[in-house]
């Protein structure tokens, strides 16, 4: 591959387009190669061919073992595996585990493992790997795993083959949390002789996935090459990934328009242009790959400070919002009305049942009401009071959901000022010293509420300093007490009855305004097949990717 040929998009164009077209006729050549004609995976898929994926932000690193930022797993991810994969349900597959036996306690799951799978690097995966990747690496240094392991006591290794998770209580989530996007299994004999925060492996990772790192010119490309003793048999089909940093969103359209790259997903593409791609011929729009993420659309609101200390003033905001215009105007249909926390496809603890309903015909009236209710008058100018909503930062559809808001609420006498800041201005305000009154975000649901729920609504996840925790303030005896026993109980219908109560007085209490679940589409060219496979989209294996 050439070096140093700037494809970020922020400067020479010229230069990025040549590029471009080199990963072009590098892709055609490889389909023709005469060395790869007896390489067949099927009738119809053949090894071979370059993609070139658009990924913003530029990762910081490829430590998808100690990061949870979605470049970071766009990128690295697809050189790790997990134990388990998942279907556009939720539903767990194998992966690195062929199968799995939860005890009848449910505090010994039992996974037993492919006896065929190798590392980048030629070293057999183990049991032991297992164990240290659980215990050593995901427990102390996954932003998440910290909580949602914090159960697994010990990882047994009767045989290189099998791994027993002891734990010390019932974690229903677990058999969820198990993807190579969450729990990436990594090398022992790599690892446990660096600094995991300080790795080398950070940036140039070594694990078992479809794809091996090639090399990563910073602020240009990171590549990727076909794992040719990749566990699953003649895959992955395409012979290299290349992971492209364009930081201008109008560039990176314009790319996917002249078919110099061929994908794109992830709030990388804005919305907006999704739609108008979707009608070129080259290019397809995939909506589906955002199941196990479960993005919902939100406004988080400080209960410490007033006038939000009053439930009323939280209700009538959650009335304001028109949650059917945004998601036709402002979102151009990619997602659903929510109605609570836990979104939808979490369909075995999602309910409606007795949940508040903010999105009615009468709900101007309603919110007046409440607002009169709560003492705050209009005065001579028809005003009540001035709020200032902090937008968060990331992207045009937040500013047009800012105006939204500010345009609905002019309507109950509430005049709204929008600070748009930068992003790390916006997390500290936020996070750390909870100067705000109001704000926007879509964090991840993900498949479970252990995953992340409760790190939005539960007393213990206050914590300043700390981003996408909770920055509302709000703490409830009862709901800390209905998600402590929700995380532990193995019956899934006490399990559901206990989320049942918590998303009924989560919606009534309002610390969180509920807007959407969005959708996170995919724009990619069809000249390739099988981008999507599944409910974890891009984050996914993506090892059946294929020339079409």
């Given at each position: 591959?050439?070096?140093?040929?700037?494809?970020?998009?922020?400067?020479?164009?010229?230069?990025?387009?040549?590029?471009?077209?080199?990963?072009?006729?590098?892709?055609?050549?490889?389909?023709?190669?005469?060395?790869?004609?007896?390489?067949?995976?099927?009738?119809?898929?053949?090894?071979?061919?370059?993609?070139?994926?658009?990924?913003?932000?530029?990762?910081?690193?490829?430590?998808?073992?100690?990061?949870?930022?979605?470049?970071?797993?766009?990128?690295?991810?697809?050189?790790?595996?997990?134990?388990?994969?998942?279907?556009?349900?939720?539903?767990?597959?194998?992966?690195?585990?062929?199968?799995?036996?939860?005890?009848?306690?449910?505090?010994l799951i039992t996974f037993k493992l492919r006896p065929d799978v190798k590392f980048h690097d030629g070293r057999p995966f183990t049991s032991a790997d297992v164990k240290y990747s659980v215990l050593e690496v995901l427990k102390k240094v996954h932003p998440r795993g910290i909580n949602t392991l914090v159960d697994v006591q010990d990882?047994?290794?009767?045989?290189?083959?099998?791994?027993?998770?002891?734990?010390?209580?019932?974690?229903?989530?677990?058999?969820?949390?198990?993807?190579?996007?969450?729990?990436?299994?990594?090398?022992?004999?790599?690892?446990?002789?660096?600094?995991?925060?300080?790795?080398?492996?950070?940036?140039?990772?070594?694990?078992?996935?479809?794809?091996?790192?090639?090399?990563?010119?910073?602020?240009?490309?990171?590549?990727?090459?076909?794992?040719?003793?990749?566990?699953?048999?003649?895959?992955?089909?395409?012979?290299?990934?290349?992971?492209?940093?364009?930081?201008?969103?109008?560039?990176?359209?314009?790319?996917?328009?002249?078919?110099?790259?061929?994908?794109?997903?992830?709030?990388?593409?804005?919305?907006?242009?999704?739609?108008?791609?979707?009608?070129?011929?080259?290019?397809?729009?995939?909506?589906?790959?955002?199941?196990?993420?479960?993005?919902?659309?939100?406004?988080?609101?400080?209960?410490?400070?007033?006038?939000?200390?009053?439930?009323?003033?939280?209700?009538?905001?959650?009335?304001?919002?028109?949650?059917?215009?945004?998601?036709?105007?402002?979102?151009?249909?990619?997602?659903?009305?929510?109605?609570?926390?836990?979104?939808?496809?979490?369909?075995?603890?999602?309910?409606?049942?007795?949940?508040?309903?903010?999105?009615?015909?009468?709900?101007?009236?309603?919110?007046?009401?409440?607002?009169?209710?709560?003492?705050?008058?209009?005065?001579?100018?028809?005003?009540?009071?001035?709020?200032?909503?902090?937008?968060?930062?990331?992207?045009?559809?937040?500013?047009?959901?800012?105006?939204?808001?500010?345009?609905?609420?002019?309507?109950?006498?509430?005049?709204?000022?929008?600070?748009?800041?930068?992003?790390?201005?916006?997390?500290?305000?936020?996070?750390?010293?909870?100067?705000?009154?109001?704000?926007?975000?879509?964090?991840?649901?993900?498949?479970?509420?252990?995953?992340?729920?409760?790190?939005?609504?539960?007393?213990?996840?206050?914590?300043?300093?700390?981003?996408?925790?909770?920055?509302?303030?709000?703490?409830?005896?009862?709901?800390?007490?209905?998600?402590?026993?929700?995380?532990?109980?193995?019956?899934?219908?006490?399990?559901?009855?206990?989320?049942?109560?918590?998303?009924?007085?989560?919606?009534?209490?309002?610390?969180?305004?509920?807007?959407?679940?969005?959708?996170?589409?995919?724009?990619?060219?069809?000249?390739?097949?099988?981008?999507?496979?599944?409910?974890?989209?891009?984050?996914?294996?993506?090892?059946?990717?294929?020339?079409?």
């Amino acid at each position: 591959m050439k070096k140093g040929i700037d494809v970020s998009g922020s400067s020479n164009g010229t230069e990025r387009r040549k590029f471009l077209k080199q990963m072009a006729i590098a892709s055609a050549s490889l389909v023709s190669s005469p060395m790869l004609s007896g390489r067949v995976a099927s009738a119809q898929a053949q090894v071979g061919g370059t993609l070139v994926h658009l990924v913003h932000p530029e990762p910081p690193n490829l430590a998808t073992f100690s990061s949870t930022a979605i470049a970071t797993s766009l990128a690295g991810g697809r050189a790790y595996a997990g134990l388990l994969e998942y279907d556009f349900e939720l539903r767990p597959k194998p992966s690195l585990a062929e199968s799995w036996i939860v005890s009848e306690d449910a505090k010994l799951i039992t996974f037993k493992l492919r006896p065929d799978v190798k590392f980048h690097d030629g070293r057999p995966f183990t049991s032991a790997d297992v164990k240290y990747s659980v215990l050593e690496v995901l427990k102390k240094v996954h932003p998440r795993g910290i909580n949602t392991l914090v159960d697994v006591q010990d990882v047994e290794t009767p045989d290189p083959y099998t791994a027993v998770f002891r734990l010390e209580h019932p974690a229903p989530h677990l058999l969820k949390i198990l993807s190579g996007y969450e729990s990436p299994m990594v090398p022992k004999h790599l690892f446990e002789t660096t600094d995991l925060l300080n790795s080398p492996y950070a940036n140039a990772p070594v694990g078992c996935g479809p794809f091996k790192f090639g090399g990563w010119e910073r602020g240009k490309y990171i590549l990727f090459e076909r794992f040719d003793s990749y566990f699953k048999p003649g895959k992955p089909y395409l012979e290299r990934v290349v992971e492209l940093s364009i930081a201008d969103a109008s560039t990176r359209t314009a790319v996917l328009e002249r078919g110099e790259a061929h994908l794109c997903g992830l709030g990388g593409v804005p919305l907006s242009d999704a739609a108008e791609l979707a009608k070129l011929p080259h290019l397809a729009v995939e909506t589906r790959g955002s199941e196990y993420f479960s993005p919902i659309i939100q406004i988080e609101i400080n209960t410490r400070v007033k006038p939000f200390d009053d439930k009323r003033v939280r209700q009538a905001l959650a009335y304001a919002i028109d949650r059917n215009f945004v998601l036709k105007n402002l979102w151009f249909g990619y997602g659903k009305v929510a109605s609570g926390p836990i979104p939808s496809v979490v369909n075995q603890l999602y309910t409606t049942e007795g949940v508040k309903n903010y999105n009615v015909p009468n709900a101007l009236d309603i919110a007046n009401n409440l607002l009169d209710e709560a003492g705050y008058k209009r005065d001579s100018s028809g005003i009540r009071f001035e709020v200032t909503h902090d937008v968060t930062p990331y992207g045009d559809e937040w500013n047009r959901f800012g105006d939204h808001v500010r345009q609905r609420l002019d309507l109950l006498g509430i005049k709204t000022i929008l600070r748009i800041e930068d992003p790390a201005t916006w997390l500290r305000r936020v996070y750390t010293n909870y100067d705000f009154q109001f704000t926007s975000d879509w964090p991840f649901a993900l498949t479970d509420p252990v995953l992340g729920i409760h790190r939005q609504l539960h007393s213990r996840s206050i914590r300043p300093g700390v981003p996408f925790v909770n920055c509302s303030g709000w703490s409830s005896e009862r709901t800390d007490e209905l998600m402590d026993k929700a995380q532990r109980e193995p019956d899934s219908r006490k399990r559901a009855a206990l989320y049942r109560e918590f998303q009924q007085i989560v919606v009534e209490e309002c610390p969180i305004v509920y807007a959407l679940e969005a959708q996170l589409p995919t724009v990619y060219n069809k000249k390739f097949t099988d981008v999507i496979t599944g409910g974890m989209g891009l984050l996914g294996a993506r090892d059946q990717t294929r020339l079409a």
